[in-house]
C-alpha cells in the first residue's frame, strides 16, 4: 500500500476528504525537517508509542572503518543516527493470525 491508497481508506473510514486525508499523513508521517510529529519527535531523541501497534525510537552506530570498494583503501565511515521501529505485541499478534483478513477495497 502506496500513501495514496492510505490516504483514500482513511477517507473512507472516518468520512473526510481526500485533501485531509493527506494533510493528515503529512502531518504526522512528513520527513521533511520540522514538518512531521514523528520524524520531529525522533530528532529531538523522543520515543513515540503507539499502544498496541508498536514503537518509533532512534539509535546511533558509531564510527567505523571500511574499505573502499574499487581501491581497497581504507575509509572512515562517519557516526550515524537512525529510526528503528519496534512492533507492540497486539500487532504482532494480529500478523501472526493474519491469513484470514479481508482488506478494505481502496
Known sequence: MNRT???TRLA?????SQKQ???ILEIVFSAEPRKG???VA???GQKVTIP??????TRRRGARVGRNPRTG????IPAKKYAVFKPGKQLKECLDAGSDWEIDPP
Do not use: P, Q, R, V
Not at 12 to 16: E, Q, V, W, Y
Not at 52 to 57: A, E, H, L, R, Y
Not at 73 to 76: G, K, L, N, Q, V
Open 5 to 7: 491508497e492510505l490516504a
Open 37 to 39: 510529529i514523528i520524524a
Open 42 to 44: 525522533l530528532d529531538a
Open 73 to 76: 583503501e581504507a575509509i572512515t
Open 21 to 23: 486525508a493527506n494533510e
Open 52 to 57: 498496541g501497534f508498536g514503537t518509533f525510537s
Open 12 to 16: 473512507k473510514k472516518t468520512g473526510i
